[in-house]
């Protein structure tokens, strides 16, 4: 057997209850305690004093002083001028793609009607204004200012803030204010962490004006996502995400170099990200791994790409059959999950939980990330057992409309007087009952 770069985990003697799988496959372990704690004062500081605090903090963690916050408008302009016609060119397909697929999604009024010509309709209403994380770290995300800014455009959001951290410049990334000026954001902040969280959800007038927003969107690191954990009482926020992930399910008809290339592009991202793999065929396991073993020292990021494949997050696992590599996956409900079988349709019926499944062997997880049309901001850590991709419904909120003319009204009075009465609220029924005497009184 090959020596491998990735850990080893056999289920084929397991139980295949949740408990016991969720407990055993590979996971990122992410405690925010810590990082909830530190980022406390930080959250009070901005809230308090403002702009100030954002740029002492962005001095102090991003070693830039900044004399203004907000990109100016001739910057965002100079960036989309400069840039290469083919990352434009790609980045104008994406948006296409993504729009497109956005759309799509639109949700019109339904309306229900009753007896005695009482209606319901239900609407849904974009967020008044969203401020958009984008991120930097070890990677340059306009990628992610497309996904998150054209969702909230379908949408209908009539205010729209991007913040991604300063580099060098005092700016952020050319290609991330590049994106933004293609999309028609003006408004672009030169702040990254948790002090833009904080910004988003307090806003500032010392100096600059930032409006608070009523929802933050989008990824970040372990700092960013305690921040909007912590904001949460106060401002809406689409997910506390964790580490990024790719669980790939795979037979023997899978290519084993297609299979390492993938759980290899994930790793690219983080040296927490988690790359696992579920195969019942033991000669796949092997050749996968020597594919890890031959691709990973070619890659230009191979220090954390084989940290990532190294830790307890990442894994091949041993399975005994299809249904229970799906069992698997259902238990993991990951970010990213990919099958490459014999009959990845028929597959994909049985998958209940991923944020984004991709199918057979020419749609990569790559894809989704950039051109695929799908949103690549996926819940993470299990989360996709009940949430969603960011898409326009995460920008939406949803508000009844109830119209009950008075005999539609009357067909109810009975229940509601009788429940209003069963749970000790008997004003309740009174609020119905008094409108039919007032009526027999005329």
Known sequence: MTTSPINRLDLRDSALDR?????????????????????GPLLAAVREHGRSAVLEYTERFDRVALDTVRVPAAELTRAAAELDPRIRAALEETIRRTRAVAAADARPPVTTSFDGGGTVTT?????????????????????????????????????LAIASPPQSTGLPHPTVMAAAAMLGVEEVWAMGGAQAVAAFAHGFDDGEVLEPV??????????????????????????????????????DTADPRFVAADLISQAEHDPQAASVLVTASEAL???????????????????????????PQSGIVLVRDLDAGIAV???????????????????????????????GDHSPVALGDYCAGSNHVLPTMGNAAHASALGIQSFLKGSQVIDYP??????????????????????????????FAADEEN
């Open 19 to 39: 408990r016991t799988l969720r407990a055993s496959v590979p996971r990122a372990q992410v405690d925010l305690s810590d990082a909830v704690a530190a980022v």
């Open 123 to 159: 609407r849904w209403l974009p967020v008044d204004r969203v401020g958009l994380y984008v991120p930097g770290g070890l990677a340059v995300y306009p990628s992610t200012v497309v996904m998150n800014v054209v969702p909230a455009q379908v949408a209908g959001v009539a205010s």
């Open 214 to 251: 009523d929802l933050i969107t989008g990824p970040g690191n372990a700092f960013v996502a305690a921040a909007k954990a912590s904001v949460r009482s106060v401002v809406g926020i689409d997910s506390v995400a964790g580490p990024t992930e790719i669980i790939v399910l795979a037979d």
């Open 285 to 311: 396991a092997d050749a996968v791994a020597a594919e890890l073993a031959a691709q990973v020292p070619a890659a230009a990021h191979r220090e954390r790409i084989a940290e990532a494949l190294a830790g």
């Open 329 to 359: 996956l259902n238990a993991y409900a990951g970010e990213h999950v990919q099958l490459m079988v014999a009959e990845p349709r028929a597959v994909a019926e049985r998958v209940t939980n991923g944020g984004a499944v991709f199918l």
């Open 406 to 435: 008075a005999p539609a009204l009357a067909a109810v009075a009975d229940h509601i007087v009788a429940l209003a009465a069963d749970e000790d609220l008997p004003a309740h029924g009174a609020a119905v009952s008094l409108r």
